[in-house]
T-cell receptor, first 114, second 106 residues
Framework: DVKVTQSSRYLVKRTGEKVFLECVQDMDHENMFWYRQDPGLGLRLIYFSYDVKMKEKGDIPEGYSVSREKKERFSLILESASTNQTSMYLC?????????????FGNGTRLTVT | GENVEQHPSTLSVQEGDSAVIKCTYSDSASNYFPWYKQELGKRPQLIIDIRSNVGEKKDQRIAVTLNKTAKHFSLHITETQPEDSAVYFCAYKLSFGAGTTVTVRA
């Protein structure tokens, strides 16, 4: 069974702090994704990566960056945390496929910025 | 991102009744149409998916139907049970619908 592990379940940070959210998957998946989930808005794509050292902007990349130095690890970075980045952050991975493939999600990190 | 509209946003059904959730999408670039279920406090998980070479797929009490001409696909849950209470999301390419909160009343 695919396991996607997010390093923290809950995180509280101060405005202006640099925040790192870590995600590791154990199934050798090429594709990895970061979403944020807010009530009534569903899941919105922040960044994604189809290969090591590769990254693509999603729909809401402003205020975020990512790092993928190893295939199994995909990090989300909040350069200077702001209160509007308080949210649930979900990491996901999938196998490559031109016809699409299911996303496997981690348990999420609930980030509160005060 | 892609425009994915999901309706209704909330759905309350009596146990044993059916539930239907519909998603519409804007282009014809993808042939993959998944549905995810998220129970309270848990991660979203795939429950069923369909590829565009078929019009319907069924797995026990859940089914997905696809109308490529009209650009919509639907999730059908029959004989609903309390454990079906959750938030359901459709997805198209990498975009998700806003979600449907389903409540099954005993």
């Amino acid at each position: 069974d695919v396991k996607v592990t997010q390093s923290s379940r809950y995180l509280v940070k101060r405005t202006g702090e640099k925040v790192f959210l870590e995600c590791v998957q154990d199934m050798d998946h090429e594709n990895m994704f970061w979403y944020r989930q807010d009530p009534g808005l569903g899941l919105r794509l922040i960044y994604f990566s189809y290969d090591v050292k590769m990254k693509e902007k999603g729909d809401i990349p402003e205020g975020y960056s990512v790092s993928r130095e190893k295939k199994e690890r995909f990090s989300l970075i909040l350069e200077s945390a702001s209160t509007n980045q308080t949210s649930m952050y979900l990491c996901a991975s999938s196998t490559p496929g031109t016809e699409g493939s299911p996303l496997h999600f981690g348990n999420g990190t609930r980030l509160t910025v005060t | 991102g892609e425009n994915v509209e999901q309706h209704p946003s909330t759905l309350s059904v009596q146990e044993g009744d059916s539930a239907v959730i519909k998603c519409t999408y804007s282009d014809s670039a993808s042939n993959y149409f998944p549905w995810y279920k998220q129970e309270l406090g848990k991660r979203p998980q795939l429950i069923i998916d369909i590829r565009s070479n078929v019009g319907e797929k069924k797995d026990q009490r859940i089914a997905v139907t696809l109308n490529k001409t009209a650009k919509h696909f639907s999730l059908h849950i029959t004989e609903t049970q309390p454990e079906d209470s959750a938030v359901y999301f459709c997805a198209y390419k990498l975009s998700f619908g806003a979600g449907t909160t389903v409540t099954v009343r005993a």
